[in-house]
């Protein structure tokens, strides 16, 4: 609603005001164009702010998440469990050659009393694996935290975080178990 009536506010104005004041004004109400609404605020927080960063790097984001399934999951370990998957996928993406396509698909499905995450993303280069995650690049004493606090909160909730690399995408996938009421 407020994106409406600020684009409705910004057609009034216009000859009242340059056209560059104009273009600022609406380059700042986009930002709420690009809200996310999966059911989960926290995921949506996550999410929203990640796709701002994605636009800026050229990235597209896509996100086809049932929020509301994710209920049962702290909002801190949420907002870390996809902060982190999507920071990962971030890097690896900005990181391509020009010319190379730039996304990172994220699906979020519950299938009973499971919960699915599924993200791909393009990558270059190869990784190396060892029981079936990516072991970290540069110093382990500083990097490689991400994938081990997904690891723990997936563990958390009966779960496993598994990755593979296969034609030019890196795929990520997070198994957890909705507990029981």
């Known amino acids: 609603e407020k994106y409406h009536d600020l684009n409705k506010i910004l057609s009034s104005i216009s000859g009242h005001v340059t056209q560059d004041q104009i273009e600022h004004l609406r380059k700042e109400v986009a930002a709420y164009d690009r809200q996310m609404n999966t ?3 926290v995921l949506d927080v ?3 702010e990640k796709r701002m960063v994605c636009d800026a790097k050229g990235i597209l984001l896509t996100c086809l ?7 049962f999951i702290e909002d801190l370990e949420l907002y870390a469990l996809f902060g982190n998957l999507l920071s990962n996928a971030i890097e690896a993406v900005e990181h391509l050659p ?13 299938v009973r009393n499971m919960i699915t995450i599924h ?11 060892s029981d079936g995650l990516p072991v970290p690049r540069g ?18 909730y009966g779960g496993t975080v598994s990755a593979l690399q296969k034609d030019g995408l890196f795929c990520l996938d997070i198994l ?4 029981e009421s």
């Open 46 to 48: 996550v999410l929203t």
């Open 139 to 156: 110093d382990p004493q500083w990097h490689g935290f991400g994938m081990k606090s997904m690891e723990r909160i997936a563990e958390k």
């Open 39 to 41: 059911g989960s605020e």
């Open 98 to 110: 020009a010319g190379k396509e730039r996304f990172i698909l994220v699906t979020v499905r519950e």
């Open 119 to 129: 993200a791909e993303n393009p990558y270059q280069g190869e990784l190396e694996f």
């Open 65 to 71: 998440a049932d929020g509301e399934a994710l209920s």
């Open 176 to 179: 957890l178990f909705v507990p």
